[in-house]
Every structure is written in C-alpha cells, then in structure tokens.
C-alpha cells in the first residue's frame, strides 16, 4: 500500500472502531445505568448526552467510517483490499442510516419531554428504550462488524 492508502484504511479502522466503541458503551452500560438510576434521573441524563454528544469530534469519529471508508475503497480500488473495505464501509453505513432513521427521532422525541418527573418520565423513559435499545443492538453489530471485516481483509489481503 502506498502512504495515501495506508492513512486512509488506518482512519476508517480507528473511526469504525471509536463509532463501534461508543454504540456498544452505550448499550451495554450507559442505558442500562440510567434505567437503574430510574426515569426521573434517566430522561434529563440522557437528554444532556444527547445534546453534549453533538459535536464536532464525535462527528468525526462517527462519520468517519463512512467518510474515510469511501475514501479508502478508492484507494484501494486496484488491490484485494477493495472488496473488504468496501463491505466494512457499507456495514457502517447501514449503522448509520438506523441512527438517523430511528435512533435521532428517538432521542428528539426524549429531549422534547426532558422536563417529565414520574410516571410521565417513567412512560417517556420505557417508550424510548423500547425503540432505542433494539436498534442500537443492531447498529452495534453492523459497526462491529465492520471493524471485523477491515481487520480480517488487513491479514488477508
């Protein structure tokens, strides 16, 4: 690989791996943290994630699997590395048209009720989690996934 191809494959493995990374935390400990701390402190919490999470850094990181993916498949259109980056591109991608699709609407819906307390806060909190957490399950995977395949094609390319 030449130093182009190489900065660039080494990007979109290190910003699928931070999108895969912070999909899974999310999963396997912030929401079901929050659900322990119970509603009333889980829908302000989460609302304050969600606007803190907007920024330019975690723009970067998330879409750069697809940015540097697309990139990458270019430069490594005349090897055998194309078709595994361009597999681990489209994975990321797939995770993160469920984060605009489902998982953003789900979030705007939370942050319009962040002032919620009791059983209003309890509904809003299990109407969230109810759509959140299965689609970011998946979205964990298909990043995960993709991180995989870059991987695998590395040693195998």
């Known amino acids: 690989m030449d130093l182009?191809?190489?900065?660039?494959?080494?990007?979109?493995v290190v910003t699928t791996g931070l999108s895969a990374g912070?999909?899974?935390?999310?999963?396997?400990?912030?929401?079901?943290?929050l659900t322990r701390?119970?509603?009333?402190?889980?829908?302000?919490?989460?609302?304050?994630?969600?606007?803190?999470?907007?920024?330019?850094?975690?723009?970067?990181?998330?879409?750069?699997g697809v940015v540097f993916g697309a990139l990458s498949t270019w430069a490594t259109w005349n090897d055998g590395l194309r078709w595994w980056v361009l597999a681990a591109t489209l994975l990321t991608l797939g995770g993160v048209a469920i984060t605009m699709?489902?998982?953003?609407?789900?979030?705007?819906?939370?942050?319009?009720?962040?002032?919620?307390r009791g059983d209003e806060a309890a509904q809003v909190w299990a109407e969230f989690?109810?759509?959140w957490v299965p689609w970011?399950?998946?979205r964990s995977v298909l990043t995960?996934?993709?991180v995989v395949v870059l991987v695998v094609g590395l040693l195998v390319a």
């Open 4 to 12: 182009l191809q190489d900065v660039l494959v080494t990007l979109t």
């Open 37 to 64: 701390a119970g509603a009333d402190v889980a829908v302000p919490a989460m609302h304050r994630m969600n606007s803190a999470i907007l920024n330019p850094l975690f723009a970067v990181i998330f879409g750069g």
């Open 101 to 116: 699709a489902i998982n953003v609407p789900a979030n705007n819906r939370l942050d319009a009720a962040a002032d919620s």
């Open 22 to 33: 912070v999909l899974a935390g999310f999963g396997y400990s912030v929401i079901p943290g």
């Open 136 to 138: 970011n399950i998946v």
């Open 144 to 146: 995960t996934a993709a």
């Open 129 to 131: 989690t109810a759509v």
